[in-house]
């Protein structure tokens, strides 16, 4: 590990983020051809750059190391093999927040983010207007063509699973990566509980949403050239949606029966035990009128349709309040200050 002296750091000016102490994140994993153009990319409103090298074949750290000479803010962090993304970022969370650091911006390193956008991305932030900033490639659809289309139709359906777990029903984009945090709402997540690998994002906004953080959308567009990605679709395909599942579950428990009960937890119950009790018992007489040749009677019918309507208007009633309950009151000012807490 080689580090740079912090107090080269007091004699930054004023940034264009108030004088807020700003820290930026960059995971480091098979972007030694890109890595540099990032780092000499980021303005002065970042005070801390911290670049975690996690196991990187390419040796991306060294390059780092190399560049913090010109630097001072640059601070290289090694793990001894590769841990995955999530754990590279967190890594780099706990070293920011140790060093005082009130905005901690994740910035990947394979050029598909822009980091002159580093000030717009943080002004929610910087304004109080928000707990957590994430950037949103599908915002301008110009910026659209840019996009692989496969990349195109995984994010859109992602979304949609994303907005069901997380609770966060007003964004889009949940896989960018191109994000931002305060410091305070940062120590009251579960870093130790975070995903370690791609489904670190999601799972930052599903633990956001069980302290009702506010989180916000920035337009930002990606560039998309010859970088690589370890993410391997296939894999994802299988796993994302289990881990979406699960999201939703402790979602469910941890903010309509554990923390709240209310119309909404009641409807959810009533609405899944008819639509279950409508369907199953639809299903066995569909199969016993099947197996003796009869048709069932009116009355089958109406039993089973009847739950199956009720429970579906039910359902509809909680997601539609669970669309509305969405976080509106950032909470980093209500939350115990950190050494360094000056927002």
């Not at 990605?229 to 428990?253: D, T």
Request: aromatic share 10%; hydrophobic share 45%.
């Amino acid at each position: 590990m080689s580090t740079t002296s912090l107090h080269t750091q007091d004699a930054i000016a004023k940034k264009p983020t108030g004088g807020v102490r700003l820290a930026v994140v960059i995971p480091c994993y098979r972007v030694r051809g890109h890595l540099a153009g990032v780092l000499r990319a980021i303005g002065p409103e970042a005070s801390l750059i911290y670049c975690v090298d996690d196991g990187c074949p390419e040796h991306s750290g060294a390059l780092a190391d190399g560049l913090a000479a010109q630097d001072p803010r640059i601070r290289v962090i090694e793990h001894p093999h590769n841990m995955g993304v999530g754990a590279a970022v967190v890594t780099g969370y706990r070293a920011a927040l140790a060093d005082g650091a009130e905005i901690i911006v994740k910035l990947d390193g394979d050029g598909q983010m822009d980091p002159r956008r580093i000030a717009d991305l943080v002004a929610p932030l910087v304004r109080g207007e928000a707990d957590y900033v994430k950037g949103n490639r599908f915002f301008r659809l110009e910026g659209l063509k840019s996009m692989p289309w496969l990349r195109v139709i995984g994010n859109a359906g992602l979304s949609f699973l994303c907005k069901l777990s997380t609770g966060y029903w007003d964004l889009f984009d949940p896989t960018n990566g191109y994000t931002a945090i305060h410091a305070s709402v940062l120590r009251a997540l579960p870093l130790e509980k975070l995903s370690h690998r791609f489904f670190f994002e999601t799972d930052v906004l599903f633990r956001l949403n069980t302290l009702r953080a506010v989180v916000a959308d920035v337009p930002l567009d990606a560039r998309y050239a010859d970088e690589h990605s370890s993410l391997n679709p296939l894999k994802a395909l299988v796993q994302f949606p289990v881990y979406h599942a699960r999201s939703f579950l402790k979602r469910i428990f941890y903010n309509y029966f554990l923390r709240g009960f209310n119309m909404a937890s009641v409807n959810l119950v009533i609405g899944s035990a008819l639509l279950t009790f409508g369907v199953a018992f639809g299903l066995i007489q569909w199969i016993r009128g099947a197996y003796l040749d009869v048709l069932a009677s009116p009355g089958t019918v109406m039993l089973a349709g009847l739950p199956v309507i009720l429970g579906i208007q039910l359902l509809l009633s909680f997601i539609s309040f669970d669309m509305a309950s969405a976080p509106r009151d950032p909470i980093h000012r209500r939350l115990p200050p950190g050494p360094c807490e000056r927002l």
